[in-house]
């Protein structure tokens, strides 16, 4: 079997295609230790869509989204040939629609929606929303109220990845405990979507705002009237035979 790694914005990700579908969740957990990654995506034919994506976090469990998965496994099928620039593909969330331009890719979010309203817990104003899977979103004039111990609390509590987001001359950073990873991640897409939404839903920032994760890449997220995309740079590491 031959397989490809991929960085997106820090996050990095095993990927390879198959006709077999079948659980892929121990293989995940090995090659996800062995390359040292945060992901496993396996892609498999669909009658309808260009693939279909079976993702698996580094634990063997499986997530419904992944943003900068689906940047990740875009560059590969193109690169591949097995897409071209612009392909539809379904995820857990739904249909994704991906444009590749050299190393740039562009994702066309799944449409959120609220799980929660605002609301207070240790001191910070709450909201949690599904932008593709569940998210906790905490805005901040400080990201090192960002705490490992307290986002473990939040993520059990509410089932949520949790974001602290803070908003500094129109650009805005985020901070992301991850389920599946149960820690901090370098990036996460679908947090960094929703910061994106609370911010701008306070008016914090403009409908075309630059985004920076733990990992410090550059990526853009931008609202066009209700749709949501998410841009940023892809790397390709190497392909590797087991």
């Known amino acids: 079997m031959r397989y490809s790694k991929y960085d997106a914005s820090g996050n990095s990700f095993v990927i390879f295609h198959t006709n077999e579908r079948k659980d892929y969740s121990n293989l995940a957990i090995e090659l996800c230790k062995k390359e040292e990654v945060d992901g496993l995506i396996v892609m498999v034919p669909h009658i309808v869509y260009d693939f279909e994506w079976l993702f698996y976090n580094n634990d063997g469990s499986t997530a419904s989204m992944c943003g900068n998965g689906t940047r990740a496994v875009a560059l590969y099928a193109f690169t591949n040939q ?3 620039s612009f392909m539809k593909f379904l995820t857990g969330a739904g249909e994704i629609n991906c444009a590749v331009d050299g190393d740039i890719v562009e994702t066309q979010m799944t449409k959120p929606f609220e799980i929660k309203e605002p609301f207070f817990e240790v001191g910070f104003l709450c909201w949690i929303v599904n932008t593709g899977v569940p998210h906790l979103v905490i805005m901040t004039d ?5 705490d490992l111990e307290l986002c473990s609390k939040l ?5 949520t990845n949790v974001n602290f987001a803070k908003v500094e001359d129109g650009k805005l950073f985020v901070r992301t405990f991850e389920r599946g990873v149960e820690g901090e991640t370098l990036a996460c897409g679908t947090g960094m979507v929703a910061s994106f939404l609370r911010a701008f839903s306070l008016g914090l920032i403009d409908n075309i705002c630059k985004v920076y994760p733990k990992s410090k890449e550059e990526l853009i997220i931008r609202k066009d009237d209700e ?4 841009k940023g740079k892809v790397k390709f590491i190497e392909a590797k035979e087991i």
Do not use: S
Not at 155 to 159: C, M, Q
Not at 227 to 230: G, H, P, R, S
């Open 227 to 230: 749709n949501l995309y998410f």
């Open 82 to 84: 097995l897409t071209g």
């Open 155 to 159: 993520r059990t509590k509410y089932n």
């Open 142 to 146: 400080n990201l090192d109220d960002f």
